[in-house]
């Protein structure tokens, strides 16, 4: 089993910055890719971005390319993501995702969830 933690969220401005964090803990040595999703009031998960534990390769969805960065610390089983340039349409509950296969844009390759936290920009 794997645990994931996240923090960080909270309220910010338009054009303001936060930046989440996932802390994996368990059969970490098991997972292969790490993810961020999003779920916006009445709308479904949306893919945001994914990175692998090993190499570093990352994923992101066009809406937050530039903006939105991921990254991990492998010594601490710690991914985070950087937000910046934030928009009252980044408003969402943001969950941390790990993947036993390699890391995707696609909600069902993730196996273990975090239990969200919450993103509200304000205009």
């Known amino acids: 089993q794997v645990q994931l933690v996240e923090s960080g969220g909270g309220l910010v401005q338009t054009g303001g910055s936060l930046r989440l964090s996932c802390a994996a803990s368990g059969r970490t040595f098991s997972t292969d890719g790490m993810g961020w999703f999003r779920q916006a009031p009445g709308k479904e998960h949306e893919f945001v971005t994914a990175?692998?534990?090993?190499?570093?390769?990352?994923l992101y969805a066009d809406s937050v390319k530039g903006r939105f960065t991921i990254s991990r610390d492998n010594a601490k089983n710690t991914v985070y993501l950087q937000m910046n340039s934030l928009k009252p349409e980044d408003t969402a509950v943001y969950y941390c995702?790990?993947?036993?296969?390699?890391?995707?844009?696609?909600?069902?390759?993730?196996?273990?969830w975090g239990q969200g936290t919450q993103v509200t920009v304000s205009s």
């Open positions: 990175i692998r534990w090993n190499g570093g390769n990352t």
């Open positions: 995702a790990a993947s036993l296969g390699s890391y995707s844009d696609y909600i069902g390759d993730y196996n273990y």
